[in-house]
């Protein structure tokens, strides 16, 4: 079975930043695209940014240039590191992948992580 483990949010100032990580377990045969999604209080889970295998990204327009998705193939584990943040980033950030195992190729969640940035 599949798991998602997150690790990494927390409470910072505006200007700050954190880093999360993403740990992927269980029987995975191979890891598509990684990626992460934010939900804030009222609205709509959305895109933050996902690495493809080869290591392209792609950036929500919100966070190009403050943000930088990258991962680790051989640990199962991609990150989010996050800079120069703002009150608006505040939300449950979830990672987020697509994964072929035992149980064929799915996308898995993981159980959410809160980043609260203070003004």
């Known amino acids: 079975q599949v798991q998602l483990v997150e690790s990494g949010g927390g409470l910072v100032q505006a200007g700050g930043s954190l880093r999360l990580s993403c740990a992927a377990s269980?029987?995975?045969?191979?890891?598509?695209?990684m990626g992460w999604y934010r939900q804030a209080p009222g609205k709509q889970r959305e895109l933050v940014a996902n690495?493809?295998?080869?290591?392209?990204?792609n950036y929500a327009d919100s966070v190009k240039g403050r943000f930088t998705i990258s991962r680790d193939n051989a640990k199962n584990t991609w990150y989010l590191r996050m800079n120069g943040l703002k009150p608006e980033d505040t939300a449950v950030y979830y990672c987020?992948?697509?994964?072929?195992?035992?149980?064929?190729?799915?996308?898995?969640w993981g159980q959410g992580t809160q980043v609260t940035v203070s003004s």
């Open positions: 269980g029987s995975i045969f191979h890891i598509y695209t």
């Open positions: 690495i493809t295998p080869g290591g392209s990204t």
């Open positions: 987020n992948a697509d994964i072929l195992s035992m149980t064929g190729r799915l996308g898995y």
